[in-house]
Antibody, heavy 120, light 110 residues
């Protein structure tokens, strides 16, 4: 079945870096855009970034632009989120989500999330 | 990009209908028919319920329906059931080629 599994979360100090991974299975990964969405404790959803099916287009939320980088490896069926210069406000559960098609900004499959805590 | 505006909470009794509103601007909801709605139960990942304002993914009950007028989108749930109790989020594509979510609405089934 279609599945997304995130990993790489943890506790990190402010200013440090972390890389999240999302392994996909059960669908033709190379045909779909992929998103990262986060949810701070007790708060709502916040869209973070999207990457097109071939990696040629990437878009970011203003809150992470210049600090986070989304990338993908279609051979490994994995999407990544490199997070640099982390801040306390980046503390959240980070979800990986599959786009309904190619950059439609509709997320039809979600992973269970990985938790990032930025704490000094 | 500011979050879309949703009521913090709504409630209804089993069998009733409720509507959740989602207000944006001409740069997001008003400019595109790319509004989606997500349901999230506590401790779970979100689930897509409505996309492109009115469309339902396969497997989603026809008790869920969406609409839009100008800068405001709405989600209506008819024949409320206990399992509908959850948080609901709207989202919209924006003119900056990004996505914006609403603040979320907690639905309580009385």
């Amino acid at each position: 079945q279609v599945q997304l599994v995130e990993s790489g979360g943890g506790v990190v100090q402010p200013g440090r870096s972390l890389r999240l991974s999302c392994a996909a299975s059960g669908f033709t990964f190379s045909s779909y855009a992929m998103h990262w969405v986060r949810q701070a404790p007790g708060k709502g959803l916040e869209w973070v970034a999207v990457i097109s099916y071939d990696g040629g287009d990437k878009y970011y939320a203003d809150s992470v632009k210049g600090r986070f980088t989304i990338s993908r490896d279609n051979y490994e069926k994995t999407v990544y989120l490199q997070m640099n210069s982390l801040r306390a406000e980046d503390t959240a559960v980070y979800y990986c989500a599959k786009d309904y098609d190619q950059l439609l900004f509709i997320m039809d499959v979600w992973g269970k999330g990985t938790t990032v805590t930025v704490f000094s | 990009q500011s979050a879309l505006t949703q009521p913090a909470s709504v409630s209804g009794s089993p069998g009733q209908s409720i509507t959740i509103s989602c207000t944006g601007t001409s740069s997001d909801i008003g400019g595109y028919n790319y509004v989606s709605w997500y349901q999230q139960h506590p401790g779970r990942a979100p689930k897509l319920m409505i996309y492109d304002v009115t469309k339902r993914p396969s497997g989603v009950s026809n008790r869920f329906s969406g609409s839009k007028s100008d800068n405001t989108a709405s989600l209506t749930i008819s024949g409320l059931q206990a399992e509908d109790e959850a948080d609901y989020y709207c989202s919209s594509y924006t003119s900056s080629s990004t996505l914006v979510f609403g603040g979320g609405t907690k639905l309580t089934v009385l």
